[in-house]
């Protein structure tokens, strides 16, 4: 269209500043959960852990990380 202007910007989304990424599971067999923690090693030592107690093996884990839209420079 002659005339117009036509301005695209450019957006992309990153971790957000101050935030950290934390991680939880929680058994798909019983009402067990782990302790929530920014280790996601020490939430998987804990699952391993809950089956050899019971031997439930299934579980629900969660990645809860925070986001933020900024412009791309
Ligand atoms: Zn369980």
Redesign the pocket.
Known sequence: MKGALLRYVLYRIKEHPDTEVTYEAE??????TAQPSTDSEAVDVECMS?TGR?G?KGFRRIRTSFAMVVRAE
């Open positions: 058994c798909l067999w019983c009402k067990w809950h019971s439930h």
